[in-house]
């Protein structure tokens, strides 16, 4: 049986903690653990680095870059299928399209376009990560001809490329982790020539909370888009749960 005052005995110099004493240790040990972990959780897993800028983003990927490929395998395949049709569209009647892949990674886009059949076009790929850029590299150098594919370590919001030069932009799964997502928005537009296709993802709205001044819902990133002259802005569902398939269609005159 407990006695009473095992319960209640506080630690002094001589005498060991209460039960209670314990209990409360505990649990506020456990409590502050979950709460870091959940924490850290946000911070790298959610937001991928992106609230502590640039850098640590650039530290997590540099870190992930030689297993991002492996860790992604059981689901990508199934995601790249379902963009694959929208790639062929956007470029069709494009004989040696222009494409711009933001925040390449691991060469996904440029994968995509050169791996399964020959690609007669050209392709910059830009990236914050030199460790993603240079697993891209290696992985697309059996499919591209040098001069067809520029390698751009930079971030997104500074597009080093002259206005309406790209015939595609595509931007995948990194939207929500740049620092400035509305200006890479902007900037990806800008570079888009008139008539030009956008391929983005975003996250759902039930996440974009979580990711406060990152994400946006649905509504703002179709007003948003919108206002940069985009006609056709269309939401789609694309990786259930994770992220949904935007398309944009730009005007083919010129943008304000
Ligand atoms: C989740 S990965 C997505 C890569 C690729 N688009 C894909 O779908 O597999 C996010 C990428 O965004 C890059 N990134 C993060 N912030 C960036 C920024 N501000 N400018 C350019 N790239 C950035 C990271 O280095 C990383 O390679």
């Known amino acids: 049986m407990v006695q009473p005052d095992l319960l209640t005995r506080e630690s ?19 409590g502050g653990a979950a709460c870091l972990a959940s924490v850290i959780y946000w911070q790298v897993i ?6 502590f800028g640039p850098r640590a983003v650039q530290l997590v990927y540099r870190f992930g870059a030689r297993h991002y490929d492996r860790v992604r395998a059981s689901w990508q395949p199934e995601a790249d299928a379902r963009l694959q049709p929208w790639l062929a569209r ?5 004989d040696q399209p222009l494409v711009l892949d933001v925040a390449t990674g691991t060469g996904r886009v440029p994968f995509l ?25 290696q992985k697309l150098e059996p499919y591209l001809h ?15 490329w002259p206005s309406g030069s790209f015939d595609l932009v595509t931007c995948l799964e990194a939207l929500e982790y740049f620092p400035q997502p509305r200006r890479a928005l902007a900037e990806m537009v800008r570079v888009l020539r008139p008539g030009g296709w956008m391929l983005l993802s975003k996250i759902p709205d039930a996440w974009a909370r979580y990711l406060p001044g990152r994400a946006m819902t649905h509504r703002q990133l179709v007003t948003l888009l919108t206002e940069f ?28």
């Open 229 to 256: 002259g985009c006609v056709d802005v269309h939401v789609l569902p694309w990786q259930p749960g994770h992220y949904e398939l935007v398309i944009v269609h730009t005007k083919t005159d010129n943008f304000a």
């Open 146 to 160: 040098p001069a067809q594919i520029l390698w751009h370590q930079g971030e997104a919001s500074r597009l080093p």
């Open 46 to 51: 959610l937001a991928e680095g992106a609230y």
């Open 113 to 137: 376009l050169a791996s399964s059949q020959p690609y007669a076009g050209y392709l910059a790929a830009l990236d914050l990560t030199p460790q993603m850029l240079r697993v891209a590299r």
């Open 12 to 30: 002094g110099p001589t005498s060991r903690p209460g039960a209670l004493t314990m209990l409360r240790n505990g649990l506020c040990w456990s």
């Open 90 to 94: 956007a470029l069709a009647g494009c």
